[in-house]
């Protein structure tokens, strides 16, 4: 099922090693670490759904961070040849896969990734925007080819202190990528963030029925 590559769940995990994810040196294991209640529960149902028997591991002493590992060289070599994560100095030279098997895949991959590194605003300010940063230009220029080219919205490449990232703001444009990205089947999500989105669609909803 790991390698299965017909199945949402492996993008999604794809996309959150891609971005949250490490190789561990002299070892078949991959690594994920993520801070938060929410963030267990996702690494609990990762753990869950691909029958692993590992266990989450938590790190008082890292900023109350919690961690599993993964151990497959069958799919640490997937996730290298398939999906371009690289094995040395991820961050900056990750990129994303290019042989996609379907809409729904690519989805949840998408939401791996902004599960991982990518942000969702418009609570306060009725303004929906969403947003991912990391240090690879080839990751930030491939996302911002897939969305444009399955999702009819408008993405902008930007800079920040020198770090690419892509930005999908206006309320309209920003919930109709939201809409497309949780549309996928995939059973994995962070929950925190997917209420966020749910609060920010409802809030923006309200403002435009006003209008």
């Not at 896969?97 to 809409?103: G, V």
């Amino acid at each position: 099922m790991l390698c299965d590559l017909s199945i949402p769940e492996v993008w999604y995990l794809a996309g959150l090693i891609a971005t949250d994810g490490y190789f561990r040196c002299n070892s078949t294991a991959i690594a994920i670490s993520l801070c938060g209640e929410s963030e267990h529960e996702l690494l609990q149902s990762i753990l869950d759904k691909f029958e692993s028997n590992n266990y989450v591991k938590y790190y008082k002493s890292s900023n109350n961070s919690y961690q599993i590992e993964i151990s497959s060289q069958r799919f640490r070599n997937l996730l290298i040849s398939f999906f371009n994560i690289p094995e040395h100095d991820k961050t900056s030279f990750v990129k994303v896969p290019t042989n996609i098997t379907n809409e729904d895949c690519i989805k949840a991959y998408i939401l791996g990734c902004l599960d991982g590194d990518g942000c969702i605003t418009g609570i306060n300010n009725r303004k929906c925007r969403a947003v991912l940063l990391t240090k690879s230009e080839d990751f930030i220029s491939g996302l911002v080819d897939i969305i444009t080219t399955y999702c009819d919205c408008k993405v902008i490449k930007k800079y920040k202190d020198n770090y690419p990232m892509f930005v999908i703001s206006g309320n309209k444009n920003c919930l109709q990528f939201l809409d497309w990205v949780y549309s996928t089947s995939s059973t994995l999500y962070l929950k925190r963030k997917k209420e966020k989105y749910l609060k920010v669609k409802d809030i923006v909803c309200s403002s435009m029925k006003v209008k």
